[in-house]
């Protein structure tokens, strides 16, 4: 059985930020960081590649303990 990940008791949370060119981070972030807030922080820009738990979130959503944010790589190419 899983475990929960523990909130901080100083008013942080943890989150991970996933990316297919880089290895996984583990970030310390305030509680009530937003998407958008994260994102800047972090280099990133909001769009349509970015997922949270898997799911499509929008700028203003609120990270909580434990959410994964993945920047999805868009792939080009065809088929033959």
């Not at 930020?17 to 998407?35: D, Q």
């Not at 800047?40 to 434990?66: C, D, H, M, P, W």
Request: aromatic share 4%; hydrophobic share 35%; net charge positive.
């Amino acid at each position: 059985m899983a475990t929960k990940p523990a909130k901080k008791a100083n008013g942080t949370i943890t989150v991970k930020l996933a990316a297919l060119t880089r290895p996984i981070e583990t970030k310390n972030i305030k509680r009530g960081t937003t998407l958008d807030q994260f994102l800047t922080a972090n280099g990133l820009t909001y769009s349509s590649n970015i997922r949270v738990n898997a799911q499509v979130a929008g700028r203003e959503y609120k990270l909580k303990t434990g959410d994964i944010i993945c920047v999805v790589t868009q792939v080009s190419g065809g088929s033959r």
